[in-house]
T-cell receptor
């Protein structure tokens, strides 16, 4: 079960780019890296997923170095509505959802 | 397409009672997993059902149980409620294979008095 380490909290001003780094030293060959966003009293929401190198979608980018032992979620020009908890997960659903460990996440606070 | 639906959204019970929560997954998804979220413990995996069979189980006592029906809808039951069972209970559906992503419902908030 690949566990992750990420900062407990981060603050950022509106309009800035935010980078949240996640360490996953024991990532397995078949594991993917997935990031979720959670607002209070709501279920987590999928943001982005990648295996290696860089992945970009309409809301974020995910940078994964060659050794895959860490990854960085990049949120461009954050707004107040990006204030949430962000979870980094490592694993795949191939053998079950229990392999996706949520951890404590990173609480991002965007300041006006 | 319709998202994951959880019912009820809020409920209050007293110690010793039992509760049943329901989750309707996204159409075509065969996996439903359940999570308990509390401020102190974060998001903890309870169990997962795939094609009506429990595929994985987290580290929770036997008071927590679940099942999945042939239409993939799932229920979880907590018997002999304790104060510490107060939490947001989330379910997530997925295809249950491959890289996949989990689609979460909005949760059922249980308060035990």
């Amino acid at each position: 079960l690949a566990k992750t380490t990420q900062p407990i909290s981060m603050d950022s001003y509106e309009g800035q780019e935010v980078n949240i780094t996640c360490s996953h030293n024991n990532i397995a060959t078949n594991d993917y890296i997935t990031w979720y966003q959670q607002f209070p009293s709501q279920g987590p929401r999928f943001i982005i997923q990648g295996y290696k190198t860089k992945v970009t979608n309409e809301v974020a980018s995910l940078f994964i170095p060659a050794d895959r032992k860490s990854s960085t979620l990049s949120l461009p020009r954050v707004s107040l509505s990006d204030t949430a908890v962000y979870y980094c997960l490592v694993g795949s659903l191939q053998t079950g959802a229990n392999n996706l460990f949520f951890g404590t996440g990173t609480r991002l606070t965007v300041i006006p | 397409k319709a998202g994951v639906t959880q019912t009820p959204r809020y409920l209050i019970k007293t110690r010793g009672q039992q509760v049943t929560l329901s989750c309707s997954p996204i159409s075509g998804h065969r996996s439903v997993s359940w999570y308990q979220q509390t401020p102190g413990q974060g998001l903890q995996f309870l169990f997962e059902y795939f094609s009506e069979t429990q595929r994985n189980k987290g580290n929770f006592p036997g008071r927590f149980s679940g099942r999945q029906f042939s239409n993939s809808r799932s229920e979880m039951n907590v018997s002999t409620l304790e104060l510490g069972d107060s939490a947001l209970y989330l379910c997530a559906s997925s295809r249950g294979e491959g890289t996949g992503e989990l689609f979460f419902g909005e949760g059922s908030r249980l308060t035990v008095l």
